[in-house]
């Protein structure tokens, strides 16, 4: 069964820092690509950041560029997400997603909560 | 950016059928896929690649695109098909999301 568990999410002042790790396991890992999305209640999913499934390919969305780091590590069948500079917009629920071929976010894990508050 | 419209909502009869649109630039161009929502759950793929269902998904969710508007439609509809619906593309680099269609099954 293909399972995605993040965890590291929590409660962090604006400026901070805080990483999210997101543990697979079900399938092989180093064969895909890896996405992070996150969702503010009530709005709609948005996505955060990519990794391929060699680790070259790596984007992010314009919001979080330059604050947020993607990485991977298979040998632990982790996936990570550093998040520094932390603002109040990023305030959301976190999913690790495994991606697919056509595009789409195959998998889902259950989210893990960041709150960025004083 | 790149933006994708959906209706905020939309209303099904308990067993009939319905449609549930997506819209964007250049959509045509573009590979749709389809994300259910529950209360309290994370996303779950419904329909990719335009109008493929992955293993599990009932052959009453199904996929369609003419032009610039994608349209997912579900097929006697259940009670349990009342969710958020959310249609995602990729747009250089950026996977990108609608605002998300709430479904009411009357």
């Known amino acids: 069964e293909v399972q995605l568990v993040e965890s590291g999410g929590g409660l962090v002042r604006p400026g901070g820092s805080l990483r999210l790790s997101c543990e697979v396991s079900?399938?092989?890992?180093?064969?895909?690509?890896f996405h992070w999305v996150r969702q503010i209640p009530g709005a709609g999913p948005e996505w955060v950041s990519i990794?391929?499934?060699?680790?070259?390919?790596?984007y992010y969305a314009d919001s979080v560029k330059g604050r947020f780091t993607i990485s991977r590590d298979d040998a632990k069948n982790s996936v990570f997400l550093q998040m520094s500079s932390l603002r109040a917009e990023d305030t959301a629920v976190y999913y690790c997603?495994?991606?697919?071929?056509?595009?789409?976010?195959?998998?889902w894990g259950q989210g893990a909560v960041v709150t960025v508050s004083s | 950016s790149y933006d994708l419209t959906q209706p905020v909502s939309a209303s099904m009869a308990l067993g009939q059928t319905g449609t549930i649109t997506c819209g964007g630039i250049?959509?045509?161009?573009?590979?749709v896929h389809w994300y259910q929502q529950k209360p309290g759950q994370a996303p779950l793929l419904i329909i990719y690649?335009?109008?493929k269902r992955p293993s599990g998904i009932p052959d009453r969710f199904s996929g369609s695109r003419s032009g610039n508007t994608a349209t997912l439609t579900i097929s006697r509809v259940q009670v349990g098909d009342e969710a958020d619906y959310f249609c995602?593309?990729?747009?250089?680099?950026?996977?990108?999301f609608g605002g998300g269609t709430k479904l009411t099954v009357l």
């Open positions: 250049n959509l045509q161009f573009k590979i």
């Open positions: 990794i391929s499934a060699n680790g070259d390919y790596i």
């Open positions: 690649w335009d109008n």
């Open positions: 079900g399938f092989i890992v180093d064969r895909y690509a």
């Open positions: 997603t495994r991606g697919h071929a056509s595009g789409c976010l195959e998998h």
């Open positions: 995602q593309v990729w747009d250089s680099n950026v996977a990108v």
